[in-house]
């Protein structure tokens, strides 16, 4: 039997994902254009994905565990386990504004057009927040949305800030804390759980001699 493990096919997670599984000591065979590769020394088969499936292609079990951005994870509200937090693909859900607007907290998002990848966790965010406002969802550059007059605000990822301060956005709210996490399907068999462990006691290994 081999786990199955579904990772980024390319973007910002692929070269991290693939090295820890290096660092791991598991070798993959050329991985460069193609869907899925194998082990030759781990009961390991690789399913290269786009991140947005991941979390339903663990929760239907598709693929036994996954490598994917808590943002994600969480958008898609699927039915995953985390294993592990892997420390890379660091970054935050956050809201900004156009920096020439005042802000003074939540309420001034009150009937406000919202450009996002992210409608179910802006929308969560809205609706503990008591605050009535339109969320516009667009699939990508959402950080040009003011700019060009579809929406008043953002809800975008952030790492360094600079993709909002190059276009005049400033940050006033964030919505949650992301990096990149090991999921598992919800009901593995004991042979597949026993191998999660082995490969999580090796990434722990591979953590540990980094600090
Ligand atoms: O093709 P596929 O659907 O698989 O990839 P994708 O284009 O949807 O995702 P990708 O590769 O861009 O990002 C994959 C994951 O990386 C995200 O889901 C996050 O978990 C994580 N991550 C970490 C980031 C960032 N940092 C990040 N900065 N994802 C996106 N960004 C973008 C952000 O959307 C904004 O456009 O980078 C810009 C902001 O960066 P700064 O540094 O200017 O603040
Ligand atoms: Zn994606």
Same mark, same amino acid.
Do not use: W
């Given at each position: ?10 973007? /910002?997670? *692929? ?12 070798? =993959? /065979?050329?991985?460069?254009? /193609?869907?899925?590769?194998? #082990?030759?020394?781990?009961? =390991? ?11 339903? *292609? ?15 994870? *969480? ?27 005042? +802000? ?13 990848? +992210?409608? +179910? ?40 800030? #600079? ?12 919505? =949650?804390?992301? &990096? ?12 597949? &759980?026993? =191998? ?16």
């Amino acid at each position: 039997m081999k786990l199955r493990i579904a990772i980024q096919k390319s973007g /910002r997670l *692929y070269e991290d994902s693939v090295q820890l599984l290096k660092e791991c000591g598991i070798d =993959l /065979r050329n991985v460069k254009d /193609r869907l899925k590769t194998e #082990s030759d020394n781990f009961p =390991l088969e690789i399913f290269f994905l786009r991140d947005d499936d991941i979390p339903q *292609y663990v929760e239907d079990g598709v693929a036994d565990i996954g490598i994917v951005g808590e943002n994600v994870l *969480y958008e898609k509200n699927k039915k995953a386990v985390i294993v592990e937090k892997l420390g890379f693909g660091k970054c935050r859900l956050s809201v900004a504004i156009p920096r020439s607007q005042q +802000y003074e907290g939540v309420q001034s998002l009150q009937g406000k057009r919202i450009a996002t990848s +992210y409608p +179910y966790l802006v929308n969560e965010f809205l609706a503990k927040n008591n605050i009535q406002a339109e969320i516009h969802e667009i699939s990508g550059s959402v950080e040009i949305a003011p700019g060009i007059g579809l929406a008043d605000v953002v809800a975008d990822l952030v790492s360094s800030g #600079s993709t909002l301060l190059m276009n005049g956005l400033k940050e006033v709210e964030t919505l =949650l804390q992301s &990096q990149a996490v090991l999921i598992r399907n919800n009901d593995l068999n004991a042979e597949q &759980q026993k =191998l999660v462990d082995k490969l999580v006691f090796r990434i722990r290994s591979v953590k540990k001699a980094k600090h």
